[in-house]
C-alpha cells in the first residue's frame, strides 16, 4: 500500500529559494509506486498545499492535515527539505513529535544543537582523529571585547553566523581592522556569532545517511574555489567552484573520513541523511571539522545528489531506503 508523505519546503529565511529547488529534485525522484506525495509551501504566513488545477489549500496545524474537496488527507509522515528555520533547527521537528508524526530528519534536540556550531564543536571534540579550529563565540546582547579576541586567535579569522546557512552572513577577515565590520555583518544574521581561526588545507564535504539500519558514508567531494572562501555564490551558481566526487584521496585517508564522519553522526544522534563539512591539513593530514547539515540540500548541483550517483545508487532507490528508515 502506498505511503502518504508531504514533502514540506519554502521556510523563513533567505535560504528558502533552496529548499524549492531541492524540493523540485526530491519530487522528481520519489517512487509514485510507493509514495503519493504532496508539496506543502511553508512561508511566514501560511502553510499550504497548491494542486495543479485549484487554489492553494491550507494545512489544518491542530493535526496537519488537508482538506481537498470535502475529503481530508492525513500524512504517514513527512519529507522536511526546509533549510534553515524552522526546519533545520528543531522547531518542525519539535511540532511533529507532539502530533506523534515521523519525519525524514535528526530529532528536535539534534538538529537545535547542530544549527548552532558553536554548540556542535564542543559536543564532537573528543572524537579521536577529529580537530576543530580554535574559536570565540560571542552574543547580541553581551558585551565582548575585540582587543581580546584578536589577542587570543590568529589572523586571518572566519566570521560567521553561528546559526546561520549556505555561508549567508560569512566573512573571511584577513586585517584585524576589518574585524569590527565583518562581526556587525554577521549580527544582521544571528543574534550569535562565531569567530574561528582560518584552517589552511583543502576543502570537503561528505554525505553521512542510515540505510538498511546501517551509518552508511558516501563517497565525499572535494569543493575547490578561486573565491576567498566556499561562499553562497560559490555554492549555487555552477562554475563558480570546481567540485570532484569522489574526491581524490588515499584508500587510508578514505577509510579515516569514514570512521571519523560515522563517529560524528553517532555522537550527535542523526537520522536521515546529513552532510559534513571539513578540511584536510598539509598532505590529507589532520581531519578538521567545519561543520554538519541536518537537512543538506538536494538541488541537480548539490553534493548529496552527486555522492548517491558516486556511490552507485539511484535517487529513486536513496530516498525509498531513507523513508524507510526514518518514517517506516
Known amino acids: 500500500m502506498k505511503k502518504t508523505i508531504a514533502l514540506l ?33 511553508l512561508t511566514q504566513q501560511t502553510w499550504y498545499y497548491e494542486p495543479a488545477d485549484s487554489v492553494k489549500i491550507e494545512i489544518d496545524r491542530n493535526d496537519f492535515s488537508l482538506t481537498i474537496k470535502g475529503h481530508k488527507i492525513t500524512f504517514d509522515g513527512v519529507f522536511i527539505a526546509i533549510h534553515g528555520s524552522p526546519g533545520e533547527d528543531g522547531k518542525l521537528q519539535g511540532y511533529f513529535d507532539m502530533l506523534g508524526l515521523p519525519y525524514t530528519t535528526c530529532d528536535a534536540l539534534t538538529s537545535a544543537i547542530t544549527m548552532n556550531k558553536g554548540y556542535t ?8 582523529g577529529l580537530h576543530v579550529a580554535k574559536s570565540v563565540q560571542i552574543f547580541k546582547n553581551t558585551p565582548y571585547n575585540v582587543t581580546d579576541i584578536k589577542q587570543s586567535l590568529r589572523l586571518p579569522y572566519f566570521v560567521k553566523p553561528n546559526n546561520g546557512g549556505s555561508s549567508i552572513g560569512m566573512s573571511k577577515v584577513k586585517n584585524q581592522y576589518d574585524l ?12 550569535q556569532v ?30 575547490e ?15 563558480v567552484a570546481t567540485e570532484t566526487t569522489p574526491a581524490p584521496l588515499r584508500p587510508e585517508t578514505r577509510k579515516r573520513v569514514e570512521q571519523i564522519a560515522t563517529a560524528v553522526y553517532t555522537k550527535l544522534n542523526c537520522r536521515g541523511v546529513v552532510r559534513i563539512d571539513f578540511i584536510l591539513t ?41 523513508i524507510k528508515e526514518t518514517i517506516g
Not at 569590527?180 to 543574534?191: C, G, P, R, S, Y
Open 9 to 41: 519546503t519554502g521556510g523563513t529565511t533567505g535560504e528558502w529559494v533552496i529548499s524549492v529547488k531541492s524540493a523540485a529534485t526530491i519530487a522528481h525522484n520519489l517512487d509514485t509506486d510507493k509514495f503519493e506525495v504532496y508539496k506543502i509551501m
Open 121 to 128: 564543536k564542543s559536543i564532537v571534540l573528543d572524537i579521536e
Open 180 to 191: 569590527q565590520t565583518a562581526i556587525d555583518k554577521a549580527f544582521k544574521e544571528d543574534t
Open 194 to 223: 562565531l569567530i574561528e581561526e582560518f584552517i589552511e588545507g583543502r576543502e570537503f564535504t561528505v554525505g553521512v545517511v542510515k540505510l538498511d539500519g546501517k551509518v552508511t558514508v558516501l563517497p565525499a567531494t572535494e569543493v
Open 225 to 239: 574555489t578561486a573565491k576567498e572562501f566556499f561562499d553562497f555564490e560559490a555554492k549555487y551558481t555552477p562554475g
Open 282 to 322: 598539509g598532505d590529507e593530514a589532520d581531519f578538521y571539522f567545519i561543520e554538519i547539515n541536518t537537512i543538506p540540500g538536494q538541488t541537480a548541483t548539490s553534493f548529496i545528489p552527486q555522492q548517491v550517483a558516486a556511490s552507485g545508487m539511484k535517487l529513486n532507490d536513496f530516498y525509498t531506503k531513507m
